[in-house]
T-cell receptor, first 115, second 109 residues
Framework: NAGVTQTPKFQVLKTGQSMTLQCAQD?????MYWYRQDPGMGLRLIYY???????DKGEVPNGYNVSRLNKREFSLRLESAAPSQTSVYFC??????????????FGNGTRLTVT | RKEVEQDPGPFNVPEGATVAFNCTYS??????FFWYRQDCRKEPKLLMS???SGNEDGRFTAQLNRASQYISLLIRDSKLSDSATYLC??????????FGKGTTLSVSS
């Protein structure tokens, strides 16, 4: 039972490079999320998708784009990486078609360094 | 005032101790409450949901006080394996889950 799978686990980028973080869940969840976690800042929501075909901005969306490819997959793209995007990125999913009252299941995380 | 606040700790306790964490939230419309556990360099994992009537899961007890807008987590008979960061999570209808910054617990032998 894989749950939420993120790739890659580690990535080093140079400023200005682009990359896509992949996320897939096999729990038939409706909602998917991307968070970033920085020391002293806690988990902050970048984007979320309440259901297939919809995406919405979270707290810190600038510099990122997302695609809900299908019910299983939700990708996060950095078009032009900046050092401020150095962080640990977590993908998560939840059963409900929104955030309300539905706990999140997280992937293992992607550790991204932008030099 | 931040939406969800936790004492960052660290809380350093011996094995067998009882320890309690509090978390305050600012939005009285908050409706769902959770405690997550996060081990070093790992993903957060759901520890327990918090219900209005309070709930218990083995050595862990969670309480909600809506009047004072805080939730608590009590850990009895602490184990070495309880060492982790505990995240308080709050949500309102139709909005994102808001995470606290976490409280670090270190249990020593």
């Amino acid at each position: 039972n894989a749950g939420v799978t993120q790739t890659p686990k580690f990535q080093v980028l140079k400023t200005g490079q682009s990359m896509t973080l992949q996320c897939a869940q096999d729990m038939n969840h409706n909602s998917m999320y991307w968070y970033r976690q920085d020391p002293g800042m806690g988990l902050r929501l970048i984007y979320y998708s309440a259901s297939e075909g919809t995406t919405d901005k979270g707290e810190v969306p600038n510099g990122y784009n997302v695609s809900r490819l299908n019910k299983r997959e939700f990708s996060l793209r950095l078009e032009s990486a900046a050092p401020s995007q150095t962080s640990v990125y977590f993908c998560a999913s939840s059963e409900a078609g929104g955030h309300y009252n539905s706990p999140l299941h997280f992937g293992n995380g992607t550790r991204l360094t932008v030099t | 005032r931040k939406e969800v606040e936790q004492d960052p700790g660290p809380f350093n306790v011996p094995e067998g101790a009882t320890v309690a964490f509090n978390c305050t939230y600012s939005n009285s419309a908050s409706q769902s409450f959770f405690w997550y556990r996060q081990d070093c360099r790992k993903e957060p994992k759901l520890l327990m949901s918090v219900y209005s009537s309070g709930n218990e899961d083995g050595r862990f007890t969670a309480q909600l006080n809506r009047a004072s807008q805080y939730i608590s987590l009590l850990i009895r008979d602490s184990k070495l394996s309880d060492s982790a960061t505990y995240l308080c999570v709050v949500s309102q209808a139709g909005t994102a889950l808001i995470f606290g910054k976490g409280t670090t617990l270190s249990v020593s032998s």
